[in-house]
């Protein structure tokens, strides 16, 4: 019997070992089935690319054209902005405001009600990965080694200087001010990650303060025999195309989705690697943008400007003081991350033809701000409400504030569709939500309007930059003044953001205010849109209140700023 019971042991052994053996063959040869497949696919893959390659070489080696230069258009108004900024006439708290019904231009974001509401302000579709089919996915480098942390990183933002900001006067209250004290919840400060020290031996290059790393230098070896002419085109192409050129375009990607990056964050971060692989090399750094820029998807165009290298990006947004070009019915922007280099003059010689995979526009729309490692700069605000002094300690991104710097003036509905760095968030959550707490949405809005309007100094823009420069959100707390447009865009996203009422701006000739929707009614200057009644609420309009208008503005039509959020 025990021999029996052994012979069915070793029989049911011998079996499941065969099972098991026969499972493993399957398992190897489907692998291997699947391995052949994505190695036929890459295959396929990359002869199609180098098809496209080959046609657009072709075509660069073929007719080229001339364009000439169109004058750059600028931002600034026909009417000029108040100096001074101006004060409203004291209102009891109770005391109602005749509702008097103000009249739209007809426009939104600049067009027509009806054509195109909102051509400017598209959120851009996510960056353009270039495609590598292997069974594992290339993972992002190790964290690099902590350093010594780094004490008083300064950021210089040029050219606009920081000034001491005049203080605003309080206001002289009807009883005597009571000190309103919040408990204020501990700021979350972010995770203390490694510093790249600027001479740490690893191929890479700082961005605004953050490091990025590349393959290694050597391995884009580059022909660079050839002038600047038509010829340097497609003969560095050629060369591009046989160096590992899609692990570093992965790799950037990466980091511009890690630092919420849009499509002109993309286009510097680009533009910097060029600047570390090619260094001291203008004409090929703008080559190695141009290049990664249409292998990353990005319709863009390079020429040559009186033996300058110049790349050209189409935009469905306007970018100011920068030099446009018509390629054959297309409208193209001068990039350049500097601002001085964006103005050209005389002919743009370029090839005909464009890269077949190269289709996106350049978007300048930037729904939150980018999210650079931060040594934050505090900023101390204060202001009375209805006989009581508040006060908060705000914090805002410095090399977010210098990726402001270097970004082209663009239409204002950008502006007033952008939201601050998480830094500045909750900073601003941590200590406005609680002195919001308890009030009505009309209460709410009157207190943050009030904050706005005291606690941000106000200058214009020509007497604090000598130019116009509109502001994105944040810039209004990094900055120590701000004018009508600047404290409207930041005044219509605290409103979104602690209400979630509805909220637009208005742009009259020389003047930017906003205006709420209310769930309830209210009394005041207003006007409909959208089937909505909009409420006014002027940030710069100081001491007014919900439905206050500047009277200077009552009868002017004025365009809607609508916001994306």
């Not at 489907?30 to 070489?57: C, L, P, V």
């Not at 902005?81 to 109602?96: L, S, T």
């Not at 160096?243 to 919420?260: F, I, M, V």
């Not at 106000?458 to 130019?467: A, C, N, R, V």
Request: net charge negative; aromatic share 14%.
């Amino acid at each position: 019997m025990l021999v029996f019971r052994r012979i069915i042991l070793f029989v049911l052994v011998t079996f499941c070992a065969s099972f098991v053996h026969a499972q493993d063959d399957d398992f190897k040869k489907m692998q291997e089935e699947f391995n052949n497949f994505g190695k036929k696919i890459t295959e396929e893959f990359k002869a199609y690319g180098d098809s496209i390659d080959q046609a657009f070489i072709d075509a660069m080696e073929k007719n080229w054209k001339a364009f000439e230069a169109m004058a750059p258009i600028t931002p600034e108004d026909t009417i000029d902005k108040p100096v001074k900024q101006p004060k409203a006439e004291p209102i009891r708290k109770n005391q109602d405001i005749p509702s008097i019904q103000l009249k739209p231009s007809g426009l939104i974001n600049g067009n027509s009600v009806g054509v195109n509401s909102l051509p400017t302000v598209t959120p851009p579709d996510p960056i353009y990965s270039f495609p590598i089919i292997t069974m594992e996915e290339e993972p992002l480098p190790d964290p690099l080694p902590a350093t010594d942390p780094v004490e008083d990183v300064k950021v210089e933002v040029e050219p606009f200087p920081v000034l001491d900001p005049t203080p605003i006067p309080d206001p002289k209250p009807d009883k005597p001010v009571e000190t309103v004290k919040t408990d204020e919840k501990p700021l979350e400060e972010p995770a203390d990650e490694p510093i790249l020290p600027a001479n740490l031996n690893v191929p890479g290059f700082i961005f605004y303060d953050e490091p990025i790393e590349l393959p290694e230098k050597n391995e884009f070896q580059i022909d660079k025999s050839s002038k600047v002419s038509q010829e340097v085109f497609p003969a560095f192409w050629k060369s591009m195309v046989k160096t590992d050129y899609a692990s570093a375009l992965n790799r950037l990607s990466k980091q511009a989705s890690k630092l919420n990056l849009n499509d002109w964050g993309f286009a510097e971060l680009v533009e910097d690697a060029g600047k570390n692989v090619f260094p001291g090399d203008e004409n090929y750094t703008t080559l190695f943008t141009w290049f990664m820029m249409l292998k990353a998807g990005y319709k863009v165009k390079a020429g040559i400007n009186e033996k300058r290298i110049v790349l050209l990006i189409p935009s469905p947004s306007k970018m100011y003081s920068t030099s446009i070009f018509n390629l054959d019915g297309q409208k193209y922007y001068v990039y350049a991350s500097e601002e001085q280099k964006r103005k050209v003059s005389g002919s743009f010689f370029t090839y005909q033809g464009e890269y077949n995979q190269g289709n996106q526009s350049v978007n300048l729309f930037i729904k939150k701000s980018p999210e650079f490692r931060v040594n934050p700069k505090e900023v101390k605000k204060k202001w009375n409400f209805e006989g009581k002094e508040y006060s908060l300690t705000l914090k805002c991104n410095p090399s977010a504030m210098a990726f402001y710097t270097h970004y082209p003036q663009t239409d204002l509905p950008i502006y007033f569709s952008s939201e601050p760095s998480s830094i500045a968030v909750k900073a601003l959550d941590n200590q406005m939500a609680p002195m919001l707490e308890g009030r009505s949405q009309q209460e709410k809005v009157q207190f943050l309007l009030t904050f706005v309007q005291q606690a941000i100094a106000y200058k214009t823009d020509d007497e604090q930059f000598g130019f116009e420069k509109y502001f994105f959100p944040e810039e209004v707390l990094f900055y120590p003044y701000a004018d009508c447009e600047d404290r409207s865009a930041f005044f219509t996203w605290l409103v979104k953001h602690f209400t979630g009422l509805p909220v637009v701006g208005l742009d009259y000739p020389g003047h930017v205010s906003a205006a709420v929707s209310f769930p309830e009614s209210v009394s005041g200057d207003y006007f409909t849109h959208e089937g909505k009644k909009f409420v006014i609420c002027d940030p710069t309009y100081i001491g007014s209140r919900i439905g206050q208008a500047m009277p200077l503005y009552k009868k002017e039509a004025f365009d809607i700023i609508q916001p994306v959020y």
